[in-house]
Every structure is written in structure tokens, then in C-alpha cells.
């Protein structure tokens, strides 16, 4: 634990020395704003994967029975739906996205996951599969081999699993059969949307495009939306215009932040995260109950009865709470040692950071996943 302390810090010290002390930094403007209306769709479908060996759902999954006879009743087979074996069918989801200026014909990869109670999709063929969009219509359809990126296997009560073998990807799998492109040619005006809300960069971003057109075309609306118009811009498109202001250089602020993941124990910290004045008292408290049975026997001749008698015996321990404390300003790495010196954990360290964020001395956002 400790090395892992040292690593962090040595790396939080490697990340101050090559910022620039006034933390800012140079970006493009491409990699912190996005065109409003250019985004991607998510695509859902249900269908069956078929190929199986025997590791597919099982009779009881009574969905997966009656989608088989479904698709064999296109075919021109009538079966009753409560006669079918499915050992080698699996009912699955079909999930995939339809990017931004999708065609018909522009392929898109799938990953398909089971819904019942399948042991393994891997061999399987995933059939044709309608993908429909958040309105209810059909923009692409999938059908292809499954690639798994695991295995299980098992005999006489003994099995042995990698990964997650019920889910499944089909490169290019799917095909979309719907024109969706967003028709940028005709417009006269647009909006860039910042990834992080910030006043002060959609301020700079504004400053920035108007300094390179050489016009009053960029407008910032709120912390997330810039307006810009191509009249006066010397573009005729939006395409156009877009070519020549992605790749402008753009200083932007870091934002003072702090994210944990209570469930894996990482605490990542930003260099230019200061603490109050505060001090900590890091102890523990150990509980240990033990309990001692004897037998009672009775003498001879008499009327009494053999027991056993249990004997509690409670100890406790509590170890000597330890301090760290920290001046005004203090860095990330003063608190690390600090932690460090007093053996606290990673979780230990999650723990301080949320209750330094609610004393109040945590001058950065507290974000946790």
C-alpha cells in the first residue's frame, strides 16, 4: 500500500511540474464543443441467435419457444410453440448506434446479449434482426456470426467460466436501410455545444471564432451553447466553416475536481485541487466476542442432569487515533503523505475526501461514480 501511495504521488507530482502554473492549457476547439444536432441514435432490436451447442435457453423460457415458432411460421412450418426443443436457440437483445450522417448502407457493429437463461452465445448465428429507434420505426437491420470474447464450460458439477460468454459482438453486422443525415448545406446559422457547461469557456470559444473570421459571427448564448452566422463568415456552408474553426487553438481552465469509485477503491485528484485549514483523526475500534462452553456433569446418585454452559468472554481494542493536519492551501500532495503516514487506505481515503468536502475544506467538485 504504501509503494501504491508513492506511485500516486510521484505521478501528481510529475502532473504539477509540466502544467503551467496558471492552469490553463491549450486545447482544440473540436475536442470541447460538439455541433448541436450531430450526435448519434441508440438502436434496439429483439431477435434469436440459432447454432448452438446445446448451450443455448432452456424449455421453461417460454419467450424464446414461441419466437422460434414465430419465425418458422414465416417460413411456412407450423409448429405448436410448446413442442420445440430450444437447446441450440437463444433469445437476445440487439443493440448497436446509428451515427451522425448514417445512409442507407453504412454498416454499423452489434452486440447482441441473451435474455433468457443461455450458458453461452459463442458459435452462434444471430438471424435477421429489424434494429427500431426511440420512435418506434426500423432504421437498420443486423444478421451475422457472433464473436464471443469468452467461454464456459463445465462437467459433473464442475465448470469454468471467462468473461462473459452470453454476450456477443458482429463487426459491421448491421446495415442501415434509413436516411437520417442531417442536411447541414442549407443552413444559415448553427450552435457548438461545450461537452463541460462553463461561462468562461464559451466566452473564449465565442472571442476565438469571431478573431479568426474577423466578425462579430460567434455569439455565446449560456455556459454550453455558441451561436455562429455565416453571414459575413466568408463560408457558404456550415461544413465549411466548421473545417476552418475546429482546429483552433482554444485556452481553457482546468476545473478543480475530485472523482472516487467506492466500488474498486480509485480516488483520482486534480493538480490544482486545494484544501482548507483541517485536521484529521484517523483511529479504528476493534470488537471481538468470543465464546468459551464447559460441561456441567452432577455428582453420583444424584438427581441433577449433564448441561453445557457457554462462557462469554468479550474483548475490545481500540487503536490510538492518529492525526494529520493540513494548512491553508495545502496540495494534493501534502495529503497523500499525510494519509500515507497514517496508513490510511484507499477507501480510507474516500472516506476523508467526503468528509473534508462536507466540513467544507474540499475547494474542488466532489464527484462520485
Do not use: W
Not at 167 to 196: K, M, N
Not at 289 to 307: D, F, N
Not at 357 to 363: M, R, S
Request: proline letters at 3%; hydrophobic letters at 40%; aromatic letters at 2%.
Amino acid at each position: 500500500m504504501q509503494r501504491l501511495f508513492r506511485t500516486i504521488a510521484a505521478i501528481l507530482v510529475l502532473i504539477g511540474a509540466t502544467a503551467a502554473e496558471d492552469t490553463q492549457r491549450l486545447v482544440k476547439i473540436r475536442d470541447v464543443t460538439s455541433v448541436e444536432g450531430v450526435r448519434d441514435n441508440p438502436l434496439l432490436g429483439y431477435g434469436i441467435v440459432v447454432g448452438l451447442a446445446g448451450t443455448g435457453d432452456r424449455r421453461q423460457t417460454v419467450f424464446t419457444t414461441q419466437t422460434l415458432a414465430n419465425v418458422l411460421q414465416r417460413m411456412g412450418v407450423q409448429i405448436p410453440a410448446n413442442s420445440v426443443r430450444v437447446n441450440n436457440v437463444a433469445a437476445v437483445f440487439v443493440t448497436a448506434r446509428l451515427p451522425a450522417f448514417a445512409r442507407p448502407g453504412t454498416t454499423l457493429d452489434i452486440t447482441v446479449s441473451s435474455v433468457g437463461d443461455a450458458k453461452s452465445l459463442e458459435g452462434g448465428l444471430l438471424l435477421l434482426t429489424p434494429l427500431y429507434g426511440p420512435d418506434g420505426r426500423i432504421y437498420a437491420e443486423a444478421q451475422g456470426s457472433l464473436a464471443v470474447g469468452g467461454y464456459s464450460a463445465g462437467s459433473g458439477g464442475t465448470s469454468r467460466q471467462t468473461n462473459h460468454p452470453t454476450v456477443g459482438r458482429i463487426p459491421e453486422g448491421g446495415r442501415v436501410e434509413r436516411d437520417v443525415s442531417i442536411d447541414l448545406v442549407h443552413l444559415t446559422t448553427f450552435a457548438l455545444l461545450l461537452s463541460d457547461p462553463d461561462f468562461t469557456t464559451a466566452d473564449q470559444v465565442a472571442r476565438t471564432v469571431n478573431r479568426e473570421l474577423r466578425c462579430n459571427a460567434a455569439i455565446a448564448v449560456d455556459g454550453r451553447r455558441v451561436e455562429i452566422n455565416l453571414a459575413g463568415s466568408g463560408s457558404a456552408t456550415v461544413p465549411s466553416l466548421m473545417a476552418r474553426i475546429e482546429n483552433l487553438d482554444l485556452q481553457v481552465q482546468r476545473r478543480a475536481k475530485v472523482v472516487v469509485n467506492e466500488r474498486t477503491g480509485t480516488v483520482v485528484i486534480g493538480k490544482d485541487v486545494k484544501l482548507g485549514a483541517i485536521s484529521i483523526l484517523h483511529g479504528g475500534i476493534s470488537i471481538q466476542i468470543t465464546t468459551e462452553y464447559s460441561v456441567s456433569q452432577p455428582s453420583a446418585l444424584s438427581q441433577g442432569r449433564t448441561a453445557v454452559i457457554g462462557k462469554a468472554d468479550v474483548q475490545t481494542a481500540e487503536t490510538p487515533a492518529r492525526r494529520v493536519e493540513l494548512s491553508e492551501g495545502a496540495s494534493v500532495d501534502q495529503l497523500v503523505g499525510g494519509l500515507q503516514a497514517i496508513g490510511a487506505t484507499a477507501r480510507d481515503v474516500i472516506s476523508v475526501l467526503q468528509a473534508i468536502k462536507a466540513a467544507g475544506a474540499l475547494e474542488a467538485d466532489l464527484e462520485v461514480l
